[in-house]
């Protein structure tokens, strides 16, 4: 039996900041970002955009109605969340039409939310091979004006359809996990942006991987070559190259071109929108999908996800012969190029009003045309 992800679906808010005007502003030589960081543009949520509306986009994208009756799990991975107690999936069942009678949860591990979500739905799925299972990572990544974080802030949200019938990727069985306690990146109740030790978390990002690799290696005996191509967690379009430069002297250097190629495709949209957390290393394989002209039915795709704090998990899956099928990526051309560019006064206007709690308590319109839900501000202490 085969259980995979037969749909992929993205949304990302309307609005982004320059990165090269925003380096000027910052007084920091532009090819740090866009060379060194390996950024271009970042996504900018208004704020009637948090992660249950952009949930609900992502996946109203891609569902038919026959998808929404066969829906009997949803599962929203975020660290964006909107309740400390209500899981947002319920807000995203609801204005989806989803049915009531699924199991419906939040899940919470900073970036690898979703990762967790997918690997849920695939049991679930084992179990009910009838049955659809939505998972989606939505998250807004705020670390601060003028920080070195800043240029990897970002917004958006990707939704997976997970089947028995998957038209995308198949997922392999086998799945390699390790999780340790460590102080990388986290996100005090009291704040709305993140706490990170930045040279540290890439310094864990690369050894999860490396333990995760390794371990999926021993157990499937699947080499580097095996893989057409690897995709990232991809805080910034960087990492995952630094991560992957650790294991490509296992192979001949055709192959490593090979690989490095893919990885340019899977980078193409995280590079305007930046890290949305969960849905991070999904926006990776939509890129490579998407823009990737080489990749064909059967080859191997390696999945690297990564969630500070930390948990890391390396798995694979298998593309299907009508993975092209499923796609749009004249959709998401569209998408990004109409896209309106933040002017920094803005931006950085925009930013330092959504700390303030009371913020929410505005009426809130969103004229963005691939918007089909937003968030309408808090009326009697109830999220509209
Ligand atoms: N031209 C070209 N390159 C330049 C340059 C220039 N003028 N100036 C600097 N660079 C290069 C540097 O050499 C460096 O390259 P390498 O990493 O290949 O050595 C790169 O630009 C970045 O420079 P710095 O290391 O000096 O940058 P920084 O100190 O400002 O911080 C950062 C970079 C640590 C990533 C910071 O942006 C940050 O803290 N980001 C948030 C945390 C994060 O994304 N961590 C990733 C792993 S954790 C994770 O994945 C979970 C998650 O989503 C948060």
Redesign the pocket.
Known sequence: MKIGIDKIGMYTPKQYVDLVELAKHRR??P??FT???GQDKMAVAPLSQDAISMAANAAAKILTAEDKAAIDLVILGTESGVDNSKAGALYVQKLLDLPNRARVLEIKE??YGATAGLQYAKLHILQNPTAKALVIGADI?R?GLD??????QGAGAVALLVSAKPKILALDLATSYFSEEVP??WRPLNQMI?E?D??Y??E??IRFFKETFADYQAKTKYGLNDYAALTF?L??T??GL?AMREILPQVDEAKQNELQQHYQQETLYGRQIG?I?TG?LYLALLSLLDNDAILQPGMRIGLYS???GAVGEFFSGVLQPEFKAQLDPMYYLDLLAKRQKLALDDYEAQFTAQLDPESENQALTDDDPFAKYYFAGIVDKKRV
């Open positions: 920091v030589d090819a740090k060379i060194g960081i900073a970036c990544a670390y920080t070195s974080g800043e240029v990897t990388d990146f993140a990170v930045g040279k978390s890439n864990q990002y967690h805080p910034y960087k990492m630094k890290n957390y991070s990564y969630g500070s």
